[in-house]
């Protein structure tokens, strides 16, 4: 919802943000700070070299990439886009951590005064293909009309490994980038 693109332009930032959800892009409330840019991350269309101070990408947006390739593009349009001395910031599930602790069914609930929802993740483990579907079950409840919706989401995430991006970085400045691994 573009929580750290307002925090950033608070502290004086000029803010560049790029989602592939129109619905993303229209929940974050911009400013004469943020530039919003709506693109598939990996397609981004290089436009001024050298642009960026800092590149960041979290909430494990890298995930949703599905193979080196992907992620090998990422990284071009990241390196092309950073000026000289700048950095790429990103988050990501490691594939040994994944494999260790492995994703559960888990259940959230959310009540308000005016509604009543409930979310299913129900994850399926493909180890061969370090990749996790999460098939996403919502129940809704108008509590006016006390009227029940539901609909359903999927999402396939891509786990890399460390040695997967370190062999990658290679290829790029070796201060190119910062990440987190999520276990």
């Given at each position: ?5 307002k ?38 269309k ?47 599930y ?90």
């Open positions: 919802t573009g929580q750290h693109l925090i950033l332009s608070q502290k004086g930032h000029t803010i560049t943000g790029v989602d592939i959800s129109n619905e993303m892009l229209k929940s974050i409330k911009k400013n004469k700070k943020i530039t919003l840019i709506k693109s598939n991350i990996i397609n981004l290089k436009k001024k070299k050298n642009k960026f101070d800092m590149v960041i990408c979290m909430f494990h947006v890298i995930n949703y990439l599905k193979n080196q390739n992907q992620l090998k593009k990422l990284f071009e349009v990241v390196n092309f886009n950073l000026k000289k001395h700048g950095e790429f910031i990103f988050e990501t490691d594939t040994k951590g994944v494999n260790h602790h492995l994703p559960e069914i888990r259940m959230k609930k959310i009540y308000t005064k005016k509604f009543e929802l409930v979310r299913l993740a129900l994850p399926t483990r493909y180890f061969n293909l370090s990749k996790t579907v999460i098939n996403y079950k919502f129940f809704y409840k108008n509590k006016n009309s006390h009227t029940w919706r539901n609909f359903s989401e999927t999402h396939s995430m891509r786990d890399f490994s460390k040695n997967e991006i370190l062999s990658l970085s290679k290829k790029f400045n070796e201060n190119f980038f910062s990440y987190i691994i999520r276990k």
